[in-house]
């Protein structure tokens, strides 16, 4: 699940947010308190001795032999698995796993997933891996591997499966809701380098896609950006920033990239379970856009950082969100080192938009909702969100999905089938209509850089 683990050095506070055991990046990590258990309530003695009596009860009379160490480790993975979809342990395999993934390469099929109910369930796939070139799409159950149940595996071990040497094959039994068979698929599995962006030139339109908040994201973007206007010849008339299926990463990421796009305010806000455990983060002077329009666009696969980008971004009335209702992940882990290879990944906080928003949930709603109806199982398709989510944590200010869900009428702009598109050569239509909107919203730009006149803003409101 896309989380946002909180990481500390002795200078800045870094953060990860990630997806599942998708996408991750460079971790300092904060050592447990040995004083913790000081506030330990008098009254947890009984508890903890009532803990003591089942264990001892196990030990001597369970059908076969069973050691100290599985059991306490079972002991704290049902501990951790009450609390959160977010929080866990993370043994030594699920400790190397996640340094694997913070070196932000791997032997694997590109997938950010989760687990509900014994199940592994798709967050999203990563672009252009083996397994967004194979047609697994989020929502989709994976029930089968190499023609095995997996069914009961923890999410490491059914991840650990997924994984292994480039090159080699991996058979995948994925179910769809809509679809009456199952479906069998063979991939292929790839060296899964995270670069976490893309650019490229669509007309005089700057598109940037991010992929991952891994390390260094932001100095990759502000690099792509300067190709991009170094290919035009000059600078872009607007860009477009593409977070659709990006599951997360670096909270210093998301940051510095808004950060890229705005001159002054502040980006976002983390708080603790106390009243003062509250901290800010600001942008600093230079916008490396020069101003020019901004479209973000997201989906239901935008998760956490790239909540906090489309949240800052629209909080101050910098950019227009377009595509449909992100995640909804806005809470924080702090990973804490238990011992050299072990450690625990426990919610510590929620994080907020500018405007004092909590994205837990609800998400970030677009100002313009575009359909995705360049996919043929886009309106079938079920959305699968963090409010999906068994144990997820309830946003202060209760969110009715179904109203944010809910469409009055039919927009007859999005009316066109799928094989309509196709043959006018759309492939991407969120795409294609934030490439004809942002060529709009460009025109009034250059009006006003001109000494024209825009049209009147219609009043906003601020929290």
Do not use: C
Not at 444 to 457: I, L
């Amino acid at each position: 699940m896309t989380e946002m683990t909180t990481t500390r050095r002795p200078s800045r506070n870094r953060f990860a947010l990630w997806q599942g055991a998708a996408a991750l990046s460079t971790l300092a990590l904060v050592p447990l308190a040995t004083g913790a258990m000081a506030s330990v309530d008098a009254s947890t003695t009984e508890e903890i001795s009532r803990f003591m009596d089942v264990f001892l009860e196990v030990k001597s009379n369970y059908v076969e032999p069973v050691s100290d160490e599985k059991l306490i480790e079972g002991a704290i993975n049902g501990m951790l698995a009450s609390l959160d979809p977010h929080s866990g342990y993370l043994d030594a395999r699920g400790f190397s796993n996640l340094r694997t993934q913070t070196d932000g390469e791997y032997g694997g099929l590109g997938l950010s997933v989760t687990m509900e109910d014994g199940v592994v369930k798709v967050i999203a796939p990563t672009a252009d891996t083996p397994a967004d070139r194979a047609g697994i799409k989020a929502g989709d159950y994976i029930t089968h591997i190499n023609k095995e149940l997996i069914f009961g595996l923890t999410l490491d071990e059914a991840v650990e499966q997924m994984r292994g040497r480039p090159g080699t094959k991996i058979d995948i039994t994925v179910v769809r809701e809509g679809q009456d068979k199952p479906i069998e698929l063979t991939l292929t599995r790839e060296i899964i380098d995270l670069k976490p962006v893309k650019w490229e030139v669509k007309g005089d339109v700057g598109v940037l896609t991010v992929t991952s908040f891994s390390a260094d994201a932001a100095r990759d973007l502000k690099v792509a950006m300067l190709a991009t206007e170094k290919a035009l010849g000059r600078a872009p008339r607007g860009w477009i920033l593409d977070l659709r299926s990006n599951p997360g990463g670096l909270l210093d990421e998301a940051v510095g990239i808004s950060d890229l796009f705005l001159e002054r305010g502040e980006i976002v806000s983390q708080r603790g379970r106390r009243k003062g455990d509250i901290e800010r983060y600001f942008a600093e002077p230079g916008d490396a856009a020069h101003g020019a329009p901004v479209i973000v666009l997201i989906d239901s696969g935008s998760a956490s950082a790239s909540e906090i980008v489309a949240g800052a971004l629209q909080d101050q009335h910098r950019a227009v969100v377009m595509g449909e209702r992100s995640f909804g992940k806005g809470s924080v882990q702090t990973v804490l080192p238990l011992t050299d290879t072990t450690a625990l990944r426990l919610t510590t906080a929620r994080y907020y938009t500018p405007s004092g928003r909590s994205v837990q949930e609800g998400g970030i709603e677009p100002d313009i909702r575009v359909p995705q109806l360049s996919d043929p199982d886009y309106a079938s398709r079920p959305k699968f969100r963090e409010s999906d989510l068994r144990r997820h944590l309830v946003n202060e200010k209760r969110v009715d999905n179904g109203l944010l869900e809910k469409d009055e009428k039919t927009d007859p702009r999005f009316s066109a089938t799928t094989e309509e598109l196709k043959a006018k050569g759309i492939e991407d239509f969120q795409m294609h209509y934030a490439l004809q909107t942002i060529g709009r919203v460009g025109a009034v730009t250059s009006r006003m850089a001109q000494g024209g006149k825009a049209p009147a803003a219609k009043p906003t409101r601020r929290n």
